[in-house]
């Protein structure tokens, strides 16, 4: 088979090949010699910052030269599945994600050494978060399949080692032990769906794998099932319903840790499904999967955030919803959407899990300002009108027609409900001037929104990846949105109503959902933890043991 993407030049390779070695670099340096911590932190702060400099200069070069890639030896070879090659690709999408990877790593070894001072196991702590992002930025570059699923189970193990840093916390064990056995069942999917995926196609590197894909007439039943399997991965890797609660939980490991996962680790479903798009976007039921599990997960845990007053766990039900619409998102087949909230996501939750320290301050200047005006039903539509008007009229602006992309119409609908709040509140009812600028504002957001999706469907060329989804899942979508909009706006109108204080127990114990997860996974595999009492998972909250209150 053909070579599809043109060969890299040595010094592009070694760019790409430099990111994971300076995070390896760093990371042995806690193996060999025993200088003091505060040369290791430097070590690993200079490796930080060269793997930033590297990724930089290598978007650059991707601009200025195009996309291609380096075919490696082959390690050894799978007979019909083809070879394990150590080959790396350059690509809009590679690069994009490893200059994310590498900036959010440099802040956030910048944030750990002050935040762990005094701390013992600081060059354990060292060692995996280096080994974390080199194995996260190997995933990101890597040409073939079985190097992509080998540095995504390294993830995995790595980042095991920092959600246990604190090693005598039962919670955070306990945690640690339920994401460990999701991560193995999505390691266990991926790697049949490889196998499958090499056995039909005769390769394991990706470009040529899609490229076999779409000369087939169609997809075969096994390619189905493999797509089925990509799927489930990817929602296991991205907490998805039900089997989320570890990603409330990990909130017991340091908070350089929670902005890890949050604003990295717990993406990389999300580009897996980017990556490999064309494998999944021709079989109806692996989209029908994404959309409604990515659905459901993201309305259950935007209305479970209303509930919450914790800073950090109300973050992490906030990551849950946003992975559910990413999810969402590639099944509906815009893959470039996907991206360009994965990466908005990335930034926005490393910078609200850093900066949780200042809830205080902020929860102060709530304080001092006026109470909001209670909300009206009448007002809460104005404003969800309007606010489809300026989408609709964003969109024509960009040449969009309404008989064109109706997934994408059915997320601008999506958009129309998120901009009613800023509408209703602060605008229209700020009167003259003020209520013009922010219109303007509101139409704003809804033409960059348009204008981007323009803008990555034609550097990423997934403008026509895959099949249009069915009319059906785009009901559902906006079906499971509208109510979404409904609850909300009625709770808000009536807080102490009835719809409210009958959802809150419910909402707030997270459907008990993770509780049925929790004693399955005790009941296959128990977790060690340290022989204390209240080891274990907290006891399931229902209506009895809950304290009535407003959302």
């Excluded at 926005?348 to 001092?368: C, I, S």
Aim: glycine share 10%.
């Amino acid at each position: 088979m053909q070579t599809l993407l043109t060969d890299l030049p040595l010094g592009r390779a070694a760019l790409l090949a430099a990111v994971p070695l300076f995070y390896l670099l760093a990371g042995a340096g806690t193996w060999v010699g025993t200088s003091a911590i505060e040369a290791r932190w430097r070590v690993a702060r200079w490796c930080a910052a060269g793997a930033v400099g590297a990724s930089l200069v290598s978007l650059g070069w991707l601009l200025a030269s195009g996309a291609g890639l380096v075919r490696g030896p082959a390690l050894f070879s799978l007979g019909e599945l083809g070879a394990l090659h150590l080959s790396l690709r350059s690509d809009a999408l590679g690069a994009l994600m490893l200059l994310l990877v590498s900036f959010i790593g440099w802040v956030i070894v910048g944030y750990s050494q002050p935040y762990l001072g005094g701390e013992r196991g600081q060059p354990r702590y060292i060692r995996d978060l280096m080994l974390t992002l080199a194995a996260v930025s190997l995933l990101v570059i890597s040409n073939n399949l079985l190097l992509l699923a080998l540095a995504w189970m390294a993830t995995s193990l790595a980042l095991h080692g920092l959600l246990t840093f604190f090693n005598t916390r039962p919670q955070a064990l306990v945690a640690a032990h339920k994401k460990f056995i999701a991560s193995r069942v999505a390691d266990a999917c991926l790697l049949v769906a490889i196998a499958v995926i090499g056995q039909q196609l005769g390769t394991l590197e990706i470009d040529q794998a899609i490229a076999a894909a779409k000369a087939l007439p169609a997809m075969t039943g096994p390619l189905q099932v493999a797509a089925l399997l990509l799927a489930t991965s990817a929602l296991l890797k991205c907490a998805q319903l039900p089997v989320h609660g570890w990603l409330i939980q990990v909130m017991e490991a340091p908070t350089p840790v929670s902005a890890l996962l949050h604003a990295g680790v717990v993406n990389l479903g999300g580009f897996l499904l980017i990556r490999l798009g064309s494998l999944v976007s021709d079989v109806p039921a692996a989209q029908a999967l994404l959309v409604v599990v990515g659905s459901v997960t993201a309305v259950v845990a935007a209305l479970v955030m209303m509930t919450r007053i914790s800073i950090k766990v109300s973050l992490a039900w906030s990551t849950c919803a946003q992975m559910g619409f990413m999810m969402m998102q590639c099944g509906l087949g815009l893959y470039d959407l996907a991206l360009l909230h994965l990466m908005a996501h990335s930034l926005y939750k490393a910078h609200a899990f850093l900066g949780a320290g200042g809830a205080v301050e902020q929860n102060r200047l709530q304080q001092m300002t006026p109470p909001p005006v209670r909300l009206s039903g009448a007002g809460w539509l104005l404003a969800a009108l309007a606010g489809m008007a300026l989408v609709a009229a964003a969109a024509l602006v960009w040449g969009f027609s309404p008989s064109q992309a109706p997934a994408l119409w059915a997320l601008g609908g999506i958009l129309s409900l998120a901009l009613a709040p800023l509408l209703y509140g602060p605008v229209l009812r700020a009167g003259g001037w003020w209520s013009l600028a922010g219109l303007v504002g509101a139409f704003a957001v809804a033409l960059a929104y348009f204008g981007l999706h323009a803008v990555f469907s034609r550097w990423l060329g997934t403008d026509s990846v895959g099949a249009a989804p069915s009319s059906g899942l785009i009901v559902w979508v906006l079906g499971c949105f509208g109510l979404l909009f409904i609850i909300q706006g009625a709770v808000r109108a009536q807080p102490q109503g009835r719809l409210a204080r009958g959802l809150y127990p419910w909402l707030f114990a997270g459907l008990y959902l993770d509780e049925l997860f929790t004693r399955l996974t005790f009941r296959l595999w128990p977790a060690r933890v340290p022989a204390t009492p209240g080891t274990l998972a907290q006891p399931a909250l229902d209506s009895k043991t809950t304290p009535p209150g407003a959302l």
